[in-house]
């Protein structure tokens, strides 16, 4: 169920291995009538993503178009800009990707490898017992019933196919809504066609409560995605209008209101759109059905990994589907596998909204950075920073998390009531790191 992201790149995977596969998708098909939109413009991809599409051998098609981001360029609220690399040098970087574009280039490889895609085919109830699935034909409202082996709900946050198993059993769903969301806009090209600021960098303005990012498209635009609360001042509720937008940017992201044109306009047109978590206890029903991606663990964006995390679990059901006789095994081995590491990323992309609208320009989250870029000098493979373990490695993100958390009482520790490096007894920090984390090593 679904043809987006991860059903694109699953149905790839398992039709190459000799499954056969049928995607059916609610849209149309992008590569007859465009890109629908939906979620997010464009999107982070990191390491975890492009093994995934690697191993479908997509990853040369869909870095064709991809832009690199260095790093944070963080725009303080006095007009001073400072790149804060993500790695090393530029072999720890991440990639910015249009969605549409991604999302044709998977389906494409999905109906090379022998998927059947059938667009227009909405989701709308199941009967397990008969092993039926019924589908809302989009042009000509008929109701087609499909006769299945099993179902993979790979049909996003609001995934109608978990709706369907939770009618059979309880899952143990619940969603939590951040009390923020958001709204795109667009930073169109210079007048001499090329980029209006830094093309190779993940550009934020964090103002404390609220924030914009900006991210680079092929064609030398960027998405500048607004996040702002829901109530309050400022709020979604207190800036309706594209008038009260203008002041807003005026007033708090005043570099960005001439590199924004269609300011009002976009305000205006484009509804904000809501941020939340998902958790779900049960991941599968028996070997009737099971639900990845979003449809299993919708997360907030704020560590640019929904997408990454999405690529893995097709890796992981993909094995699972050849490693087990059988698939409730097989589903119930996948879930045993990535929920655990779906918690772990849920956890971190709320902790990042919290580092991105509102440390990243304090000194003493500066100064952990430091200490953290020199220590990972010091105690290489060992201690290994949290932004690099979730972006440019494929541990399992539990493991990310657990890491993290010595590695930042260690640097909080170290740093507090400092205001330099000079000051913090490394002798110390070196048998802290000895005695609290052991060498590192990548997933195979
Ligand atoms: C603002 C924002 C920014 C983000 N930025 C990043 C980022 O930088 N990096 C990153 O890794 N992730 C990012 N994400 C997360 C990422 O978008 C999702 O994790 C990813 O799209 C999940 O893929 P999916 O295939 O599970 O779901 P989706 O991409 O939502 O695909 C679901 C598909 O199912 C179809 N469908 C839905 N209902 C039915 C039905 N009833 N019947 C048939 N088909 C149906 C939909 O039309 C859609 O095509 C971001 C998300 C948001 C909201």
Redo the contacts with the bound molecule.
């Keep these: ?7 694109a790149l699953l149905a790839t995977l398992l039709a190459r291995k000799g499954w056969q596969v049928d995607v ?4 149309g098909d992008p590569r007859v009538q465009g890109y629908g939109g ?3 413009i ?5 390491e975890r ?1 492009r093994e995934a599409l690697r191993q479908a051998d997509a990853d040369d098609a869909v870095m064709r178009h991809a832009v690199m981001m260095r790093g944070r360029m963080v725009h303080f609220a006095d007009g001073r800009q400072q790149l804060q690399r993500y790695g090393r040098d530029d072999s720890e970087v991440i990639w910015s990707i249009h ?1 549409g574009d991604l ?1 044709i280039s998977l389906l494409d490889l999905a109906q090379r490898a022998g998927a059947g895609l059938h667009f227009h ?4 109830g199941v009967d397990f017992p008969a092993c039926e699935a019924r ?1 809302i034909d989009g042009l000509t409202g008929a109701t087609q019933v499909h006769r299945f082996s099993s179902l993979v709900g ?8 978990r709706a369907a198993m939770g009618a059979q059993v309880d899952m143990g769903e619940r969603s939590e809504f951040l009390d923020h969301s ?1 709204k ?1 806009l667009e930073i169109p090209p210079g007048e001499e066609g090329g980029f209006r600021i830094e093309p190779n960098a993940l550009h934020i303005w964090p103002r404390g409560r609220y924030m914009c990012i900006a ?1 680079p498209n092929d064609e030398h635009t960027f998405t500048v ?1 607004v996040f702002l609360p829901n109530h309050g001042e400022p709020s979604f509720a207190s800036v309706r209008t594209g008038a009260h937008a203008r002041a807003l940017f005026e007033r708090d992201f005043a570099d960005t209101v001439a590199l924004i044109p269609a300011l009002e306009a976009d305000w205006e047109r484009n509804p904000p ?1 809501v ?1 939340g978590t998902l958790y779900l206890d049960r991941w599968h029903l028996g070997g009737q059905a099971v639900l ?4 299993a663990h ?2 907030v ?1 704020f560590h ?7 690529f893995e679990d097709c890796v992981a059901l993909a094995r699972a589907l050849e490693d087990h006789p059988d698939r409730h095994t097989a589903f119930a081995a996948f879930q045993a596998q990535r929920q655990p590491n779906a918690l772990a990323i849920q956890h971190m992309a709320l902790e990042n909204y919290l580092e991105m609208r509102d440390r990243v320009d304090d000194a003493d989250f500066l100064l952990q950075r430091e200490l953290e870029q020199l220590l990972e000098q010091r105690h290489p493979g060992r201690f290994v920073p949290h932004y690099s373990m979730v972006s440019f490695m494929r541990v399992p993100y539990a493991t990310a998390l657990a890491r993290s958390e010595i590695q930042r009482a260690i640097l909080v520790q170290a740093t507090a009531g400092k205001d330099s490096i000079d000051q913090v007894d490394l002798a110390l920090v070196d048998a802290r790191v000895l005695a609290g984390l052991d060498v590192l090593v990548d997933a195979p």
């Design positions: 169920m679904g043809a987006g992201l991860a059903g059916l998708e609610k849209r939906g979620r997010s464009n999107l982070a991809l990191a993503g969605r999302n085919q909405r989701l709308d589908f790979a049909d996003g946050a609001g995934s109608a196919l958001y795109e991210l995605t759109g941020l990845l991606g979003d449809a919708a997360m964006p640019g990994q929904g997408m990454n995390c999405a």
